[in-house]
């Protein structure tokens, strides 16, 4: 693969921003803090790797503290990995890629036997020690391992960064990740960040390293009513794409079906109702007390959650109510107390008390099934460069990721990739610092434009004409800013606002571009004119790149198995798609 004279693998683009003017130098650059990268930073450092782990925030600040529900894994008696394989399959309606499923299931047993080790408490018994076991959608077994009743992620989070700070790793917060750093043959090599604090890291500036990590999380803040935190603004997915990598099935964005509803207005974070509530008894039902559910799937409330999110959008619009409610008063106040309290606290903050009155929910965006895709060494198409958590598409979720397997895929995708990086010594050469970049930034009102297109046009509910729209508004916002660039050499001023805007831009485009390809309905991904699965024509991935003109290239791949990231059948070192794999369509 051929480098560009600015040191870019693939593309040529980069965010404007000024030069790096400070330079740290390591093994392994982990950008991101959640249970993936942390996950990787240790497992690197135990083998002797110079790590640094650079965040967006602080160190708790990404998505895995927010994690209610738990981990899910075959622990339990009479439970196995090949029963969780098929839930898993089940889940993710056809498309999931099995290799990279049998490769969670495996190992996800003994990885969060090790994340126990690492020193994450999980609620057991208090007669057995046995680590305790709940229920949740598209589950046929009791597999999901809790901590604090529903701050599963809170503790992991707490256990992980607990352990790099033992280990001595260096770490950079508050710091935006800008663009990779390559080699004159186009090798990851390290990334540009900005830090947004004072003194020696303050500003732009880079850290070289042989590997670099992508896991940042996810990219929820491109609707206007997420689950995620205002860091997840899609910074991974946008970095890998100006470096030339591929990106999968960004098509499939969950929406969790049971997001505390706060009003018609309400945008930004929204509280989550974890899945585990239903998992332990409580019911969906309609204003009349009806429960809706049962009879549309076989698990009713328990249903995998795309199938919960349409029968609630369903009788929303059946009803005109603006949400449903979740239903577990009979839980009692010292059940709502001791398994719940972060749920219970966040109802009461807003007027709600679940102990005496049923709770408001509406479906949110909350989880990307797709991003940079890798193999199963979480190896992505820019040689160098590795993707982990929400940020990548392993395979694993297919249209629809089956409930708490997200903490667990970190841990073992994570795992795979130190064990890759450990076994592969390669050495980038020289890292190209590249100049000042001449791609016009979007202002950061525009953020919140992105927002209401998304929203409106590529929500739960999607048509060809809404799919249209938004693609439409998207490209009027993204070509004013190059026009008036060319015109007049202005643009927005580089700061992490504007950096921002500028990839939530960019990943709306792919999302929508993939939607509007995919004309069927298949787990999260709802076209409303074209309501029937269609397993003969789209049984298969879509995969995105961003070319060199700034263009969309998207190709499908022959089956639902992932293609490899190396080697023949992979894209080849010219940029183009492989002979085997339909020829590719640039949408503008």
């Not at 604090?148 to 707490?158: L, N, Q």
């Not at 540009?192 to 896991?215: I, K, N, S, Y």
């Not at 009803?319 to 398994?339: C, I, K, N, S, V």
Request: hydrophobic residues 40%; glycine residues 10%; contains cysteine.
């Amino acid at each position: 693969m051929n480098a560009s004279r600015t040191g870019t693998a693939g593309t040529g683009i980069r965010l404007y921003a000024p030069a790096p003017g400070w330079v740290l130098t390591s093994d392994v650059v982990v950008v991101g803090s959640g249970v993936a990268g942390l996950t990787v930073a240790l497992r690197c450092a135990a083998s002797g790797a110079k790590v640094t782990v650079v965040t967006k925030a602080h160190l708790d600040d990404g998505s895995t503290r927010w994690a209610q529900g738990g981990v899910a894994a075959a622990l339990g008696e009479g439970d196995t990995p090949e029963q969780h394989l098929a839930d898993t399959l089940v889940a993710g309606v056809g498309i999931c890629d099995e290799s990279a499923v049998r490769a969670l299931v495996t190992d996800g047993p003994d990885a969060v036997r090790r994340l126990i080790a690492t020193g994450a408490r999980f609620d057991t018994d208090a007669e057995s020690g046995r680590v305790l076991l709940t229920r949740e959608g598209g589950h046929h077994r009791s597999r999901i391992a809790h901590a604090g009743g529903d701050a599963t992620g809170a503790e992991i989070s707490r256990a992980l960064i607990e352990a790099v700070r033992e280990a001595g790793i260096e770490f950079v917060e508050n710091a935006l990740a800008l663009d990779l750093l390559t080699d004159t043959e186009g090798r990851a090599a390290g990334v540009t960040l900005h830090v947004m604090g004072a003194g020696q890291r303050d500003g732009v500036g880079a850290v070289r390293a042989r590997a670099v990590v992508l896991a940042t999380g996810g990219m929820g803040q491109v609707f206007s009513s997420t689950t995620n935190p205002a860091v997840s603004t899609g910074d991974g997915v946008a970095l890998a794409l100006r470096a030339g990598a591929e990106v999968s099935d960004l098509e499939f964005v969950q929406f969790h079906p049971t997001v505390l509803w706060t009003g018609p207005e309400a945008e930004g974070q929204q509280p989550l109702v974890s899945e585990a509530v239903r998992g332990e008894g409580a019911h969906l039902v309609d204003a009349d007390g009806t429960r809706f559910m049962v009879g549309q799937h076989e698990l009713a409330e328990l249903a995998p959650r795309d199938i919960v999110a349409k029968g609630i959008m369903r009788r929303m619009e059946e009803t005109g109510a603006p949400h449903m409610y979740l239903d577990a008063r009979h839980f009692g106040a010292q059940m709502w107390a001791e398994r719940f309290p972060t749920i219970l606290a966040a109802c009461r903050a807003h007027g709600i008390d679940p102990v005496t009155e049923p709770i408001p929910v509406a479906p949110a965006a909350h989880y990307a099934s797709g991003g940079v895709r890798t193999d199963l060494r979480g190896r992505t198409t820019v040689p160098g460069l590795y993707a982990c958590g929400e940020v990548a598409c392993t395979g694993v979720h297919g249209a629809n990721r089956l409930a708490s397997n997200s903490l667990l895929e970190g841990l073992v995708f994570a795992e795979r990739i130190a064990a890759d990086i450990v076994a592969d010594p390669a050495e980038p050469g020289e890292p190209v610092i590249p100049e000042p970049a001449h791609t016009p930034l979007l202002a950061p009102e525009a953020r919140y434009e992105v927002q209401r297109i998304m929203s409106a046009g590529a929500g739960v509910l999607r048509s060809a004409e809404s799919l249209a729209t938004a693609a439409g508004a998207l490209e009027r916002l993204h070509t004013s800013a190059v026009e008036e660039y060319d015109r007049d050499g202005k643009t927005a001023e580089p700061c992490v606002e504007t950096w921002e805007s500028t990839n939530l831009s960019l990943v709306a485009r792919v999302l929508v571009a993939a939607a509007r390809r995919r004309e069927e309905t298949r787990g999260s991904h709802w076209r409303l004119d074209r309501p029937d699965r269609d397993d003969q024509q789209w049984r298969r991935h879509l995969v995105v790149r961003l070319t060199p003109h700034r263009t969309l290239a998207v190709r499908t791949t022959q089956t639902a198995d992932f293609p490899p990231t190396r080697g023949a059948a992979a894209i080849g070192d010219d940029g183009a798609a492989p002979r085997s794999a339909p020829a590719s369509k640039e949408i503008s």
